[in-house]
């Protein structure tokens, strides 16, 4: 269980303290490690490495392995049957060991026991845990082939039979049955299914300079292959293709191992030929592209995520779903406050499933209605599904809200408190920008003034002497003086003309300007 605490102060500096409620997060862990079967005659003390016994015989298959992070969890046995297609369960009711923990999962064994008849001419059993519906879908599954024939030496086996795509390597084994019937064996043989006969792949036989020959070439690329047939307990031959290298539509035929050999009991040259098996392949789908909305009724698709409550809505989602055709993309959803991601119970729509490289894609749309409920809901899209919403192996999101009633009013307000200190800051630099214009207009004055003085001092000089200050300023203004308060008048209608200021009041400016170049006047009187 987790749980979220804050501390901190409000807005009325008050001290806070909240804490949330707490929640559980769940986990799977997916069963990856299954031992191969081991076979047993009923009653016998210790397994045997046979794997064919005459009809009758009654023997005991044990399976051990990973079953996830659930006790309750079993492994599941299969069969099929010379000629059959699929795999179907086995009726025998198996015995289950105890769970045991094992790091993040749980480990337990499986034994069935299993009465071999005439119709045991090659039958494949196996034992698979993780499994989610089908016989062979386990996430760990492993395999064993019976013959009830005791003519048979030579055996095929696909380790595993059913492949995950990208993540597994294809592997081929044939390998002699009954060693003690024969005295040497000559060649065993690979054979892969064409479009109308069997074609063989590559072989290991003697007389030859290398031993393993390849017959296809073009495999022999991407593919290796070791083999030996020095003597019959040890001979075999393995064809192992990279899981890089694995082609979904070329490798996964059907194929069968073949052998010659002197029989050593017949004392004459024996041939056969297993029956032949099928590889399988699982492709995960990766890609899937976010969910698109639209209004219902709406022809185009809306960039739109907040919608009023009782809005119909369509979202629709398109991507991979594997290389099974029946497969589909689920929806689950999540509403504000709760843990986990649901089903969603609407019926979507799916599209034909169209082929492309090695799976499928289709789209899925699903109608849905939203409430006020539907505050914050977080819906997602998935394919791959192995279980619960969200477990898929390519999944994408999208969230919806519910329109609130006051957003517009909210944005009004907020754009207003920005236009007023935008207003006032304006207004504040006009201010500036004219008292820096009065302020230089008055220097100007001053400087003038200054040199009108001078200059009357120098005449003055000439003359006689320099009248006191007082009475130059109280007789009468000098022609020089009027004539500054004209130029400062002409140039503050400039000034006017550039800023647009003060062309409206020009006679109550130049009035106030006159003012203060009095009162600067007035230390010079006294």
Avoid at 341 to 349: C, E, I, M, Q
Avoid at 366 to 385: A, P, Q, R
Wanted: aromatic content about 8%.
């Amino acid at each position: 269980m987790y749980s979220c605490k804050m501390s901190g102060m409000s807005t009325a500096s008050n001290p806070v303290t909240e804490e949330t409620s707490p929640i559980t997060i769940f986990y799977i862990v997916q069963p990856t490690i299954i031992e191969l079967p081991r076979v047993r005659i009923l009653n016998e003390i210790y397994d045997t490495p046979k794997r064919q016994f005459p009809v009758g015989t009654t023997i005991q298959l044990t399976c051990q392995g990973e079953i996830g992070n659930d006790v309750s969890k079993t492994i599941r046995w299969c069969a099929r049957k010379d000629g059959e297609f699929s795999f179907t369960g086995m009726v025998q009711t198996p015995i289950h060991s105890k769970a045991f923990p094992s790091g993040c999962q749980y480990t337990r064994s499986s034994v069935i026991t299993y009465n071999l008849t005439s119709e045991d001419i090659f039958t494949e059993f196996l034992c698979e845990s993780g499994d989610t519906g089908m016989c062979g879908t386990g996430t760990a599954v492993q395999y064993v082939n019976i013959s009830s024939t005791s003519a048979q030496n030579i055996q095929i086996q696909a380790l595993p039979q059913t492949i995950i795509y990208r993540e597994t390597d294809l592997v081929i084994i044939c390998s002699i049955t009954n060693p003690s019937q024969l005295s040497s064996v000559f060649f065993i043989e690979l054979l892969k299914n064409s479009s109308t006969t069997f074609e063989t792949v590559v072989e290991v036989s003697t007389g030859q300079t290398l031993l393993v020959q390849w017959r296809d070439t073009t495999l022999q690329n991407r593919a290796s292959a070791t083999g030996n047939i020095d003597s019959p307990s040890n001979a075999q031959l393995r064809l192992t293709i990279d899981k890089n290298s694995v082609l979904c539509h070329a490798d996964f035929k059907m194929y069968k191992c073949k052998m010659a050999g002197f029989s050593s009991t017949a004392l004459e040259v024996v041939t056969q030929e297993t029956s032949s098996i099928a590889l399988y392949q699982i492709v995960k789908p990766t890609v899937i592209e976010t969910p698109r909305v639209r209004i219902l009724n709406e022809i185009y698709d809306t960039p739109k995520r907040h919608f009023p409550a009782g809005t119909t809505i369509q979202l629709t989602c398109q991507g991979e779903v594997g290389n099974d055709a029946s497969k589909t993309i689920r929806w689950c959803a999540q509403k504000a406050g709760r843990n986990i991601f649901t089903g969603l119970s609407h019926t979507p729509n799916h599209s034909k499933a169209t082929p492309l490289g090695c799976q499928y894609t289709r789209s899925s749309t699903i109608t849905y209605s939203l409430t006020k409920e539907d505050n914050f809901t977080k819906i997602l899209c998935e394919s791959g599904v192995i279980g619960m919403c969200g477990t898929g192996t390519a999944i994408q999101y999208v969230n919806i809200t519910i329109e609130c009633g006051t957003s517009n009013t909210r944005t009004a307000d907020t754009q207003s408190s920005f236009l007023i200190p935008f207003l006032s800051g304006n207004a504040v630099g006009m201010c500036v920008i004219i008292f820096a214009i009065i302020l230089a207009m008055i220097l100007i004055r001053h400087l003038r003034q200054q040199q009108l003085k001078k200059c009357v001092n120098q005449e003055h000089n000439g003359r006689g002497p320099i009248p006191s200050n007082r009475e130059e300023h109280h007789t009468e203004p000098g022609p020089n003086e009027d004539h500054l308060y004209t130029e400062l008048h002409t140039e503050q209608a400039e000034i006017s003309r550039e800023t647009g200021q003060f062309t409206s009041t020009p006679d109550n400016q130049y009035s106030e300007l006159h003012t203060i170049n009095r009162q600067l006047e007035t230390p010079h009187l006294l």
